[in-house]
């Protein structure tokens, strides 16, 4: 079988999904290495695959999973793979993939208990790092709000390491639509002049709970930090000034996992 190259029309069309406007007009992704393509195939989000001859051998079972399911799945040649990789150094696997978000109606109406609400994040790598926190508490969900990074870029596809196809993700343009939704939930915010420490929190994070994480450089506005029950202060015992966004997501998700958890043992 003679591998498709970088000019194969239908290779051609895949690469231009590394561009936010065609992912948006096409409703697909790409995912690539051995993690989030066995997870695409889990939850039944991969439309097409494509291999090299090394990654073919490396993840056979893999190409054949696709391939009883009735999936396409094309060998590629190396060029070809390093136009639909994303990385300096691609995985010869990559799968296309159909948008995973879905309605904000649909994530509330499963009454979560635990949820982390990125605010205008900008940074994917930061995005993938929060959705993979989220999955690894066993949060309920994702739900992006403002004007934020498209989770389906790349780098946050590869920073949720196959998390970002293990748990429901919302996109929301409207922070207010947003906030206005989360009925029955504790709105949480992490400010560094909170009047709460973390350390002092379990009673207050022991019920339905969602965590509001701002711009990587500019925070939270003011305006949704008004609309939080609770500022929490994250207590730093060293001479680290601040602690960044996807550190500070994995801090506050793990308390508030952690308190439900030991609420439950207690009841």
């Not at 696997?93 to 948008?99: E, G």
């Not at 929301?172 to 709460?196: K, M, N, P, Q, Y």
């Not at 008004?226 to 060293?238: F, K, L, S, T």
């Amino acid at each position: 079988m003679e591998p498709l190259t970088e000019r194969t029309p239908r290779v051609v069309s895949s690469v231009k999904l590394h561009r936010t406007a065609d992912r948006k007009k096409t409703g697909e992704f790409l995912a690539e290495g051995a993690n989030a393509v066995g997870s695409a195939l889990d939850g039944g989000h991969v439309s097409e695959l494509f291999y090299t001859a090394d990654a073919g051998a490396r993840a056979m079972a893999l190409v054949d999973r696709a391939l009883k399911s009735g999936l396409r799945a094309s060998l590629v040649n190396d060029k070809a793979a390093r136009a639909l990789g994303d990385t300096v150094t691609p995985p010869g696997l990559v799968a296309v993939c159909r948008q995973i978000d879905v309605p904000l109606s649909q994530v509330l109406g499963a009454k979560p208990r635990l949820l982390a609400v990125p605010i205008d994040i900008a940074d994917p790598g930061n995005a993938g790092t929060v959705v993979r926190v989220a999955d690894a508490v066993g949060a309920d969900g994702v739900v992006f709000a403002g004007n934020t990074v498209d989770p389906h870029n790349g780098k946050c596809v590869r920073a949720s390491a196959g998390s970002l196809f293990h748990i429901p993700i919302a996109r929301e343009r409207s922070i207010d639509s947003v906030l206005d939704s989360l009925t029955d939930i504790r709105l949480f915010a992490t400010a560094a002049d909170g009047e709460v420490d973390l350390d002092d929190a379990d009673e207050l994070l022991d019920g339905p709970t969602a965590w509001l994480f701002g711009n990587e450089a500019h925070g939270l506005p003011s305006s949704v930090l008004a609309r939080a029950d609770h500022r929490i202060r994250i207590p730093i015992q060293g001479r680290a000034e601040s602690l960044n966004l996807a550190t500070a997501a994995a801090i506050c998700l793990y308390a508030s996992s952690r308190a439900q958890r030991r609420g439950k043992s207690i009841s």
